[in-house]
């Protein structure tokens, strides 16, 4: 059974920055793709940042890129968000996201705008101005 479990969020001014954790278990595939995605009030869920596990690579959404870092703790299985230079636009619900199906290096671009199928519960992130 797969879980996702996000920690870190928090209320900070905007340019600090904050680190976001998710901690898996039940995902077996070294080959996948995991992610983070974001919803703000009265808008949809987006993208922020995706990984594909297998080579770690990483897309971003523009409005996050050159500020916002995903990786891969392996020996944790924890996944992580390095927000920095926060802004008052990124507030909102940040959500860990994962599939746990094998996927070949060819298709890792297709991380991006996957439909994931295992979604944590989210932490709230609150950025004032």
């Known amino acids: 059974q797969v879980q996702l479990a996000e920690s870190g969020g928090g209320s900070v001014q905007a340019g600090e920055s904050l680190r976001l954790s998710c901690a898996t278990s039940?995902?077996?595939?070294?080959?996948?793709?995991m992610g983070w995605f974001r919803q703000a009030p009265g808008k949809e869920r987006e993208g922020v940042a995706t990984?594909?596990?297998?080579?770690?690579?990483?897309y971003y959404a523009d409005s996050v890129k050159g500020r916002f870092t995903i990786s891969l703790d392996n020996y944790k299985n924890t996944l992580y968000l390095q927000m920095n230079s926060l802004k008052p636009e990124d507030t909102g619900m940040y959500y860990c996201?994962?599939?746990?199906?094998?996927?070949?290096?060819?298709?890792?671009?297709?991380?991006?705008?996957?439909?994931?199928?295992?979604w944590g519960q989210g932490t709230q992130v609150t950025v004032s101005s």
């Open positions: 996201v994962a599939e746990n199906s094998p996927r070949p290096w060819a298709q890792r671009s297709l991380c991006w705008g996957l439909e994931y199928p295992y």
């Open positions: 039940g995902l077996i595939y070294s080959s996948r793709c």
């Open positions: 990984i594909y596990i297998g080579v770690a690579t990483t």
